[in-house]
């Protein structure tokens, strides 16, 4: 088999010839130009492309981008301006440090900027991309976050985000609403659109939100909008980077076909024996920790072959990944892990 023929058995719930390996693009672009990565390609690693099925058109808001660097400290800074106000946030170095949302006001303009977009197909492009990417690149359709996860993370910040939900509610919940409407829009053109695994990049963790907030804002969006996309032979995974324990219940409930840069401790919070006793119907694409990298290659070995026995199901529904920052020893680390895993392989 090749990386896609191993993907897609590994989507399907159907034993691949090896237990896949694959990395993300944004970590990959980097260095891929150096000669080291074809070697990997033939010993079974793959690129995967995050590609979007739609794009979004806006009126009444006008962006302005600016940066400027004053003692080696780079600044850059977003001004988005609407008739309702406007709203700002600001990157340094390269980190982002203030966020869009701020006030009951600024939630106020998110909303009728919400309001006033609309998502349009873009199948084409969708198409020409994965002729690109062959035959190392493996396509992914891109959906984004779903409504609170896109406050959370992308509009208001982690830190701010609670005390928003508690002084602000009103008009957080108007901004939920304005993409629960929007969210519907993208659900519908990717049930439509060519490709086969679709990514919802939560970038969740539940220590950010909880149990309760979990069965309130994002269950009922995963059970409403996923199976209108399983619907047409989709796979839906939650790239799900963080801790995940206490709302593994949840979880469990949720039309979560496959569960994405699942991690053992301490980045995440489940051992793969637990993941997999809690989640045994669903198909685990894992990280595994960037410090085991640095182990020497019989511990790594070992490691990466622990992993296989405790969170494949007879070989089947595992695949691994590098989702996060890949290792500084990647030229020597990624080989060790792909040989590991070539010893999973079986014949025919």
């Not at 301006?81 to 980190?95: E, R, V």
């Not at 939900?165 to 519908?188: C, G, M, P, S, T």
């Amino acid at each position: 088999m090749n990386i896609h023929e191993r993907i897609e058995a590994f989507w399907a719930g159907e034993r691949p010839d090896q237990i896949p390996f694959t990395i993300y693009q944004n970590e990959w672009r980097h260095t891929q130009d150096d000669p080291a990565w074809e070697a990997m390609y033939k010993a079974g690693l793959g690129v995967t492309w995050h590609i979007s099925p739609f794009r979004t058109e806006g009126k009444n808001a006008e962006y302005d981008h600016t940066t400027e660097e004053k003692n080696g400290v780079i600044v850059s800074r977003q001004v988005i301006k609407t008739p309702l106000g406007d709203i700002w946030q600001t990157w340094t170095n390269g980190w982002q440090d203030k966020f869009l949302l701020k006030t009951a006001a600024d939630y106020r303009v998110m909303t009728e900027i919400i309001r006033n977009t609309t998502v349009i197909p873009h199948y084409e492009s969708v198409a020409r991309t994965f002729k690109k990417i062959m035959p190392h690149g493996v396509g992914m359709l891109s959906i984004g976050r779903t409504p609170l996860q896109t406050i959370l993370v992308d509009y208001a910040g982690i830190e701010n985000f609670s005390l928003h939900l508690v002084d602000f509610e009103e008009e957080v919940r108007e901004l939920y609403n304005a993409l629960l409407q929007l969210f519907r829009q993208k659900v519908e053109i990717t049930a439509k659109a060519p490709g086969r695994f679709v990514s919802n990049l939560e970038n969740f963790t539940a220590e950010s939100l909880g149990p309760q907030r979990f069965e309130e804002f994002l269950l009922p969006v995963y059970q409403e909008c996923f199976p209108v996309m399983q619907d047409t032979g989709k796979i839906v995974g939650c790239h799900y980077d963080g801790r995940t324990a206490n709302c593994r219940e949840q979880i469990a409930r949720a039309p979560i076909d496959l569960i994405e840069s699942l991690t053992e401790p301490n980045e995440g919070d489940l051992n793969l024996d637990e993941a997999r006793a809690a989640w045994p119907d669903k198909l685990f694409w894992c990280n595994i920790r960037v410090g085991d990298y640095q182990l020497p290659p019989s511990q790594l070995r070992d490691k990466v072959l622990s992993l296989v026995e405790r969170g494949s199901i007879d070989g089947r529904c595992l695949a691994f990944e590098v989702s996060e920052q890949y290792p500084a020893n990647w030229r020597d680390s990624l080989p060790v892990v792909l040989d590991a895993l070539n010893e999973t392989r079986i014949s025919g």
